[in-house]
């Protein structure tokens, strides 16, 4: 079933475009099981081709994360707390993930929304606690909008290098996907490192100034 997804939203950046891009990157910034890899990649191979342009897939993958997020922290912050916990597990929000996700930011404001931008499972919780706990939806945006731009340009990046060396992955969407997790692994790993140490610092900060 999985498989036949992949293919359904590679033929939708294929046909769809733009459109497409944004629509499945609302997506996966939602409650939707959309892997971003299946998404910037493919859109970055038909820009090598000329099909469409990079900075362009770069914008629309941004609104897409954007979109996608504010829907869902509208959403959140109209229903509440425990709404998402009773119905929550049927959209992949069981209540453990809702209260790590809180916790996380409730830890680290502003900041953790930027980094939970950079990095999987988060990525797409992060929404539903910001609006249960009504944060500034400026503030949030911000955040949302700088976190998505660096991640859809990482992805895009990597996309249309791997066009380059590998041009025959178009034809083949799960070892698109696989390849793609495999050369980024070291990058997300880059990313956990210095999110790590940000956090470190707020709380070696915090502690300071309560003594």
């Not at 459109?19 to 409650?31: C, D, F, N, P, T």
């Not at 916790?103 to 404001?109: C, G, K, P, V």
């Not at 996309?159 to 990058?187: I, Y």
């Not at 997300?188 to 940000?198: D, K, P, S, T």
Request: include cysteine.
């Amino acid at each position: 079933m999985f498989h036949q997804l992949i293919q359904t939203w590679f033929t939708w950046v294929q046909d769809w475009g733009y459109l497409g891009v944004i629509l499945l990157m609302a997506m996966e910034s939602s409650i939707f099981p959309v892997p971003s890899e299946v998404v910037m990649p493919p859109a970055a191979f038909l820009a090598a081709q000329g099909k469409m342009t990079i900075w362009l897939v770069i914008l629309a993958g941004t609104f897409g994360s954007w979109l996608g997020s504010a829907i869902t922290y509208a959403v959140s912050r109209y229903v509440g707390r425990p709404v998402v916990e009773r119905w929550g597990k049927y959209f992949f929000v069981p209540p453990e993930k809702l209260e790590r996700a809180e916790r996380f930011l409730a830890r680290y404001e502003a900041g953790g929304i930027f980094f939970a931008r950079l990095l999987p499972v988060v990525r797409h919780l992060i929404s539903i606690p910001a609006g249960i706990v009504r944060m500034s939806f400026g503030v949030f945006s911000a955040m949302t909008v700088i976190g998505s731009a660096i991640w859809c340009s990482i992805l895009a990046w990597y996309g249309k290098g791997m066009a380059e060396r590998n041009p025959d992955l178009m034809t083949d969407p799960d070892k698109l996907v696989h390849t793609m997790k495999h050369e980024s692994l070291w990058l997300v790993g880059g990313i956990a490192v210095v999110g790590v140490l940000y956090f470190l610092m707020l709380r070696l900060t915090g502690k300071k100034k309560e003594s």
